[in-house]
């Protein structure tokens, strides 16, 4: 038996560091001097004798044990929020019983304005009390807004191999050629990518078994200005179909293969999930397979 516990101003500091990944930021956010929140962060891990924040030059980083408390926080208040709501006094201003409560969720541009945003709508028009919040990231930092609990959820287009979370493969994207409807003239050889970490274009090439390392690339940070580049005739792009659809700018290159890109649900791994989380997950599943499984059978039209 013991009788000790988590001190709650500590547990608050560690969560907004956590939250943030900035000891700067979360001093801000919780109205404290920096020194003020490193001593809260540091009492709580001398209190539980374990280091739970590592602090590197680019920013702290959750310790394994850090992880753990961080799940079993994000568990409990969901445990509470759930409680509240049953007690009546989760209800909306109007009296009505609804969903209450943020809803932060990660993705990829070319998933998170057009899909993401019109697959939440019905729900977020039913339930005022049910505030979203999108942050659009690279594929490759994605992760690290769920392990530090920067959101409750992200659209990845791979398959998180961790424990601490659940993955659920939700449909693909189906990458195409496009160019303008007009001749590109001197930029035909040009190709526009994310940045030069992005890879899209060379797996592209590898698919249709084509020379890639004389390509021309320029870079236009996400897909959308990617985009906006080829319609004014700045080179050719490797894009998701189901952002060209209905774009009579652009002409689709169909003797090129499709370049399939996973899409994945994922959410961290907790023995309790709310009714908000359980009812935003399903909607956002649902909601996903089927723009997914449209943009295909619209491609086959």
Same mark, same amino acid.
């Given at each position: 038996?013991?009788?000790?516990?988590?001190?709650?101003?500590?547990?608050?500091?560690?969560?907004?560091?956590?939250?943030?990944?900035?000891?700067?930021?979360?001093?801000?956010?919780?109205?404290?001097?920096?020194?003020?929140?490193?001593?809260?962060?540091?009492?709580?891990?001398?209190?539980?004798?374990?280091? *739970?924040?590592?602090?590197?030059?680019?920013?702290?980083?959750?310790?394994?044990?850090?992880?753990?408390?961080?799940?079993?926080?994000? /568990? /409990?208040?969901?445990?509470?929020?759930?409680?509240? $709501?049953?007690?009546?006094?989760?209800?909306?201003?109007?009296?009505?019983?609804?969903?209450?409560?943020?809803?932060?969720?990660?993705?990829?541009? $070319?998933?998170?304005?057009?899909?993401?945003?019109?697959?939440?709508?019905?729900?977020?028009?039913?339930?005022?009390?049910?505030?979203?919040?999108?942050?659009?990231?690279?594929?490759?930092?994605? %992760?690290?807004?769920?392990?530090?609990?920067?959101?409750?959820?992200?659209?990845?287009?791979?398959?998180?191999?961790?424990?601490?979370?659940?993955?659920?493969?939700?449909?693909?994207?189906?990458?195409?050629?496009?160019? %303008?409807?007009?001749?590109?003239?001197?930029?035909?050889?040009?190709?526009?990518?994310?940045? %030069?970490?992005?890879?899209?274009?060379?797996?592209?090439?590898?698919?249709?078994?084509?020379?890639?390392?004389?390509?021309?690339?320029?870079?236009?940070?996400?897909?959308?200005?990617? *985009?906006?580049?080829?319609?004014?005739?700045?080179?050719?792009?490797?894009?998701?179909?189901?952002?060209?659809?209905?774009?009579?700018?652009?002409?689709?290159?169909?003797?090129?293969?499709?370049?399939?890109?996973?899409?994945?649900?994922?959410?961290?791994?907790?023995?309790?999930?709310?009714?908000?989380?359980?009812?935003?997950?399903?909607?956002?599943?649902?909601?996903?397979?089927? /723009?997914?499984?449209?943009?295909?059978?619209?491609?086959?039209?």
């Amino acid at each position: 038996y013991t009788d000790f516990m988590i001190s709650s101003i500590g547990l608050e500091a560690f969560l907004e560091v956590a939250r943030t990944g900035s000891f700067t930021r979360a001093a801000n956010n919780l109205g404290l001097t920096q020194s003020a929140l490193s001593q809260r962060v540091q009492k709580l891990e001398s209190d539980i004798e374990t280091t *739970l924040l590592l602090r590197e030059k680019v920013g702290p980083k959750l310790t394994e044990a850090g992880e753990l408390l961080l799940r079993h926080a994000q /568990t /409990t208040a969901e445990m509470e929020s759930d409680l509240l $709501s049953r007690l009546g006094l989760g209800a909306t201003k109007g009296g009505a019983e609804g969903l209450r409560g943020v809803l932060r969720v990660g993705g990829f541009s $070319s998933v998170m304005w057009p899909l993401v945003v019109p697959a939440f709508e019905k729900l977020v028009a039913k339930n005022a009390g049910l505030r979203l919040e999108c942050m659009v990231r690279e594929t490759r930092d994605l %992760p690290g807004l769920l392990r530090t609990g920067a959101v409750d959820l992200i659209v990845a287009d791979r398959h998180l191999d961790e424990t601490s979370f659940e993955s659920v493969r939700v449909g693909f994207e189906r990458n195409v050629l496009v160019g %303008p409807r007009e001749e590109l003239g001197a930029r035909a050889e040009a190709f526009l990518d994310h940045d %030069p970490e992005d890879n899209t274009t060379r797996d592209f090439f590898r698919l249709q078994k084509w020379r890639f390392e004389s390509v021309r690339r320029d870079y236009l940070d996400d897909v959308f200005g990617i *985009l906006e580049g080829v319609r004014r005739g700045w080179g050719r792009a490797v894009v998701p179909e189901h952002l060209v659809l209905k774009d009579k700018q652009l002409v689709v290159d169909r003797k090129a293969r499709p370049l399939l890109t996973p899409v994945f649900l994922v959410r961290p791994r907790l023995p309790y999930y709310s009714r908000l989380q359980r009812e935003s997950f399903e909607t956002l599943e649902r909601g996903l397979r089927a /723009t997914l499984g449209a943009a295909s059978q619209a491609r086959r039209a």
